[in-house]
């Protein structure tokens, strides 16, 4: 493994490029990275780094948007198929739809949605700043797409906007119940529970925090306690250790893990510098259209 991490900094090197990777990938590939973080702020990076390559270790949608971002730099995608499901969860005839019914709507997309529906949509969020940003919007309907989770947990804290939700949900989030987390309480009682919005209601009504993963990880650093039951993705606990190496850190089952972020390998970060594929593009008229929602979120979450 020593050899194949020294392969891609020498090619990193050669290609002028830097690893950007998402709290969910595999541990080898968050030491080797150059940015770890949040979708937010692997958002706000791939706009300010200056390489001429940058090397997405996530899922498409993660890629899709840095190339949006900056058309100039080349964004490698060393798995290509690692689509997320809930991405793909809402379609444009729907969006189209509720144009018609509703006449001062806001389309709010959720990053974590491919080019061609952040091209429909009037501004995009991540977790992060969900709330920030419909809060400031002036317009009271709001279709939020296509996490319905994420959009349910919007309505409960904004409850002046007419939230529409869309059915779309996470796999991996979802599994997680209420009832896992109360069991878990019992075993571990002094425990703060941390949870990603993508939750079901049930298991956010439980939480001492909500937060996106790079929230979660900075409460867990910050809190008082000792120990934390994490209801998010596994992958966060590369950082939380780094973070909190003294505190303890449980989670719920063993369906916490993202099948699609575990694509993600350090023989296909190589592979993908070596081959200068695949890359992320997205053509550039829905690349266009894509822009003024994603830089509406840059500019509001200031
Ligand atoms: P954040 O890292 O922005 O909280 O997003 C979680 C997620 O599910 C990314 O796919
Ligand atoms: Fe998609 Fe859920 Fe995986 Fe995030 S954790 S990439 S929302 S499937």
């Not at 690893?19 to 990275?33: C, F, G, K, P, T």
């Not at 290509?80 to 997309?109: F, G, H, N, S, W």
């Not at 939480?207 to 306690?225: L, M």
């Amino acid at each position: 493994m020593e050899k194949l991490v020294g392969e891609i900094k020498q090619l990193c090197k050669e290609k002028d490029a830097v690893i950007l990777a998402h709290y969910y990938v595999d541990d080898a590939i968050q030491e080797i990275a150059d940015y770890v973080g949040d979708s937010f702020y692997l958002a706000k990076v791939a706009k300010a780094d200056t390489h001429k390559t940058l090397v997405f270790c996530g899922v498409t949608f993660m890629g899709e948007s840095a190339n949006i971002l900056n058309p100039e730099k080349t964004v490698l995608m060393p798995a290509d198929d690692a689509v997320c499901p809930m991405a793909l969860m809402v379609d444009p005839k729907t969006i189209a739809e509720m144009r018609q019914k509703y006449d001062d709507l806001a389309v709010v997309c959720y990053i974590n949605s491919m080019a061609d529906i952040k091209a429909l949509s009037d501004v995009c969020v991540t977790s992060s700043n969900a709330l920030k940003i419909v809060k400031s919007l002036p317009n009271k309907n709001i279709f939020f797409i296509p996490d319905g989770n994420l959009g349910r947990f919007v309505a409960q804290e904004i409850p002046e906007k007419n939230i529409i939700l869309n059915p779309g949900y996470c796999h991996v989030h979802t599994t997680i119940t209420a009832e896992d987390v109360e069991k878990m309480l019992d075993e571990h009682p002094d425990s703060e529970i941390l949870v990603h919005p993508e939750s079901k209601k049930e298991v956010c009504d439980l939480a001492d925090f909500v937060g996106s993963t790079k929230e979660i990880i900075e409460y867990a650093a910050k809190s008082n306690a000792k120990s934390f039951i994490i209801c998010t993705e596994k992958g966060v606990l590369h950082e939380l250790k780094n973070v909190a190496p003294d505190k303890e850190f449980y989670f719920v089952g063993a369906r916490q893990i993202c099948p699609n972020m575990k694509k993600l390998t350090l023989e296909k970060v190589k592979a993908c510098l070596v081959n200068n594929a695949p890359v992320a593009r997205v053509p550039e008229d829905i690349r266009l259209a894509a822009l003024k929602p994603l830089d509406r979120m840059l500019e509001l979450a200031k």
